[in-house]
């Protein structure tokens, strides 16, 4: 409103400086071309653009048209909105519904601490009234508590969807779903929905190109996803509750394990992989899932060559399956250029993860394309100054590695450089940076 009160300003001037505006037009922001006013009041809050209406005759309907709006809770910020948000929440709705007049492309809904019931009325007629206008972007992020909300059918024929994200929700099977054909970008949390209706959601999602799906607990039975144009798929869940079965051009893939379950099966990493081909980033928030993956080989029996960038946000190190699957995946990267491990604090050290980290075991591996190493929260343990040793001794092309470790005591420090100082490089143009908080940059070592 800021702004609007600015412009407005200048339309209508007063005092001393009015002379300076006498030759602007009467009404500089009612003509503006529409697209530049919907662009303004797309920015507002909804119910700033609403209040725009009082401005002139011709504000009047303008907010009315817009193609993109945004109903969440800070609407109601009032003392007595909060005594019965549901009250207000359907009297916001009903407004919408009655006087908002032209499509709708994208429509935003946020109201996580409202209390629903399973069938709200009044969200099942906003979609409703969203399937007759073009929505082509939705967001609904629904209450956290209670009985999630149960999608309606109508909400299975809003067909020019383009980008659809829902969190907290649930869907049943329609009776004759034709699909998503426009769509290019699936968001799913907490999502209740059976296998069957998610395999076939993707399924007849011919363009889908950008999916992420967040499951709380284990699925009964295994989704197998088939999406031939898939390009980037962010995953929280069971590994052993995916299959993807046909992604050929999945380049971005991240992977966060939830707990593990016993009934799901164990995890074959290198079948996991196998539909891999393009990949070019990988993510993996932890190593968790190779504890239901029985012998881990140590290497997979193909080669990833489109990896370039690998990130591990946690590891233990004196975990011998957890070691022996990132170095199993490494050994199977070779244009592998970025890599980015954060390592978590043990004091046990596994001999045989030690063994495993020995240059000497590497004698058939050369990561000819690695540029780039960071290593974050590491103390100089043992098995962390063996990581450091292998990367550096076979890693002819390594330019920087960057060590970013916990807080330790200065003393300490100085033995962890002496001991970086000593450790061999294949790389002639390699320099290691130790970075701390209360000394940026104490490297090049």
Request: net charge positive.
């Given at each position: 409103?800021?702004?609007l009160?600015?412009i407005?300003?200048m339309m209508?001037?007063t005092g001393r400086r009015?002379?300076r505006?006498?030759t602007?037009p009467?009404?500089i922001l009612?003509?503006?071309?529409q ?6 009041l797309?920015c507002l809050?909804?119910r700033?653009?609403?209040?725009t209406s009082?401005l002139?005759k ?5 907010w009315?048209r ?8 800070t609407?109601w ?12 929440f359907?009297e916001?709705v009903?407004h919408?519904?009655?006087y908002?007049?032209g499509?709708i ?7 996580p ?6 069938r709200c009325?009044y969200i ?9 206008n073009?929505?082509?972007h ?5 209450p956290?508590?209670?009985n ?7 909400f299975?024929?809003?067909?020019q969807?383009?980008h659809?994200?829902l ?5 049943n099977?329609?009776?004759h779903?034709?699909?998503f054909?426009?769509l290019t970008?699936?968001?799913l ?9 998610l395999?076939?959601?993707i399924?007849?999602?011919p363009?889908l190109e950008?999916f992420?799906?967040?499951i709380?607990g284990?699925?009964?039975n295994?989704?197998e996803i088939?999406?031939p ?7 929280t869940?069971?590994?052993s509750?995916?299959?993807l079965?046909n992604?050929?051009?999945?380049a971005k ?5 939830r707990?593990y379950h016993v009934?799901?099966g164990k995890?074959n990493?290198a ?8 990949l070019?980033?990988l993510h993996l ?6 504890a ?13 060559n489109y990896?370039?960038h690998v990130c591990?946000?946690s590891i233990y190190?004196?975990?011998?399956d957890?070691?022996?699957?990132a170095?199993c995946l490494?050994?199977?990267f070779?244009y592998?250029q970025?890599?980015?491990?954060k390592?978590?604090a043990?004091?046990d ?7 495993s980290l020995?240059?000497e ?5 050369t990561?000819?394309?690695l540029?780039?190493v ?6 100089g ?10 990367l ?7 330019v920087?590695?960057l060590?970013?470790p916990c807080?330790v005591e200065?003393?300490a420090?100085v033995?962890?450089l002496?001991e970086?100082t000593?450790l061999?490089r294949?790389?002639?143009k390699?320099e290691?940076v ?5 000394h940026p940059?104490l490297?090049p070592v």
């Open positions: 409103m800021f702004l009160a600015k407005y300003y209508y001037p009015q002379y505006y006498r602007l009467p009404d009612s003509n503006l071309p697209k530049v006013i919907d662009e303004i797309i809050p909804l700033d653009a609403v209040r009082i002139s011709k504000w009047r309907y303008i009315r817009l193609p993109q709006l945004t109903l969440e809770h609407l910020k009032k003392r007595e909105d909060i005594t019965d948000l549901t009250r207000n359907s916001i009903r919408i519904y009655c908002h007049a499509p492309k994208k429509f935003t809904l946020c109201i601490y409202l209390d629903l019931d399973r009325p099942d007629r906003l979609i409703s009234f969203l399937s007759r073009g929505i082509q939705l967001v609904l992020r629904l956290i508590r209670g999630s909300y149960e999608l309606p059918p109508l299975f024929t809003c067909f969807l383009r659809l994200t969190y907290n929700c649930s869907m099977h329609p009776p779903f034709k699909g054909d426009w970008s699936l968001e949390h907490d999502v209740t929905i059976s296998s069957k209706l395999e076939r959601l399924s007849r999602s363009l950008q992420v799906l967040h709380s284990a699925l009964s295994v989704i088939s999406a144009m898939l390009r980037s798929f962010d995953y869940g069971n590994i509750s995916v299959l079965k992604v050929p051009l999945l893939f991240s992977l966060s394990q707990e009934a799901a995890c990493i079948m996991f992989f196998e539909s891999f081909s393009a070019e980033h928030n932890d190593m968790s899932f190779v239901g993956a029985g012998e881990i080989p140590t290497r997979l029996p193909f080669n990833l990896v370039k591990i946000s190190l004196s975990d011998l957890e070691v022996s699957c170095l490494i050994r199977s070779p592998l970025y890599m980015e491990m390592v978590e043990s004091d050290n596994d001999i045989l993860a030690l063994e020995e240059v075991r590497f004698s058939d591996v990561f000819n394309h540029r780039e960071k290593l974050i929260q590491t103390n343990t043992i098995p962390e100054m063996q990581l450091m040793k292998l550096l001794a076979k890693s002819p092309r390594l920087r590695m060590i970013e807080l200065e003393s420090t033995k962890i002496a970086l000593k061999k294949a790389s002639p390699a290691v130790y970075k701390l908080d209360k940059n490297g």
